[in-house]
């Protein structure tokens, strides 16, 4: 029986977005205290994928993820899926609003969260927890007054619903990515999408000349964020969402050329992209631009062209 962690306890909103996947079916999931333990799990080899929020349209990319995944030994994305978030505040049964002193979330939760916290519980302390499910645990064991979280969370701990639906933004939705150890991509379907990260030296022009080389091969940049490098002052690793597959020409002369040009690349998985999510309710997150058969002809004609012009013919 396949083995796959989430960021746990259970009923958060990464087990809804793991159960929706077929390879959750029949697998043991196992819950984690948090998207670095998951990754820690798949790289250790005790379970064999992992799945874990990379980005949601309220709050951008996760950056505990985005760190985690250029971390050694690599790892890759296999697949995505996206979820409708939905929030609910809950507490213990018999509790009043005038009983609300403290409220509890995974940072995400509590951004998505805050207009109508302000608004509704404004004396209330906000807190941090390691999950939305979390958080709902905490309550039902008397550690905060009420949780921000999936209403799934409330039946999971016996807690009641307080409010539901209190998203600030609720057309927000979150992708989740499924990681694996390193391993060849699934095959292109023609709608892909290619995660990578790069580094490149300090120098004026350099961040250009990198999305240049996407750029001229007609390769959509969906998503980029720049993280710090943790042992370097004023480095960055450079992460990139883009359409395409690199078994695709354009997309591997691309990483090709970044690879020669970048002082490190990082190639984090070519993968179906995700277009709805729970149950179809969900919206996509960056337009859909897939790379059509004429592009991938035109590429090959132009290498068959190249491979002429070595051997001295032009025709």
Request: glycine content about 8%.
């Amino acid at each position: 029986m396949p083995r796959i962690a989430f960021l746990g306890p259970h009923a958060t909103f990464t087990e809804q977005a793991l159960r929706s996947l077929p390879e959750a079916a029949g697998a043991e999931l196992v819950p984690c205290p948090g998207s670095p333990a998951v990754l820690a799990a798949v790289r250790s080899g005790s379970v064999d994928l992992g799945c874990v929020p990379i980005e949601n349209t309220v709050e951008g990319a996760v950056p505990a993820v985005l760190d985690g995944l250029i971390a050694d030994p690599p790892l890759v994305i296999v697949k995505e899926t996206l979820l409708a978030v939905r929030f609910a505040v809950m507490v213990r049964p018999g509790t009043a609003a005038a009983d609300i002193r403290t409220v509890a979330s995974h940072t995400h939760g509590i951004a998505q969260t805050r207009g109508w916290l302000a608004t509704h519980l404004p004396d209330a302390e906000v807190l941090l927890s390691s999950s939305t499910a979390e958080a709902a645990a905490q309550v039902a064991r008397g550690e905060f007054d009420a949780a921000v979280a999936a209403p799934v969370a409330a039946e999971q701990h016996g807690l009641t619903i307080f409010a539901d639906d209190v998203a600030d933004n609720p057309d927000a939705v979150t992708r989740f990515a499924l990681v694996a150890p390193l391993r060849p991509p699934p095959a292109p379907t023609g709608n892909d999408r290619t995660t990578l990260a790069a580094t490149t030296q300090n120098r004026p022009g350099a961040l250009l000349g990198l999305l240049t080389e996407l750029a001229v091969r007609g390769i959509d940049l969906t998503r980029i964020e720049s993280r710090p490098i943790k042992d370097l002052h004023a480095e960055y690793w450079f992460h990139l969402d883009c359409t395409g597959h690199v078994a695709e020409p354009a997309m591997g002369e691309a990483l090709a050329a970044l690879y020669r040009r970048c002082d490190r690349v990082r190639f984090l998985g070519s993968y179906p992209r995700a277009l709805t999510g729970n149950g179809g309710s969900a919206a996509p997150v960056g337009a859909v631009v897939p790379l059509g058969g004429s592009a991938a002809e035109e590429f090959a004609e132009a290498q068959d062209w190249l491979a002429r012009v070595r051997t001295g013919v032009q025709s």
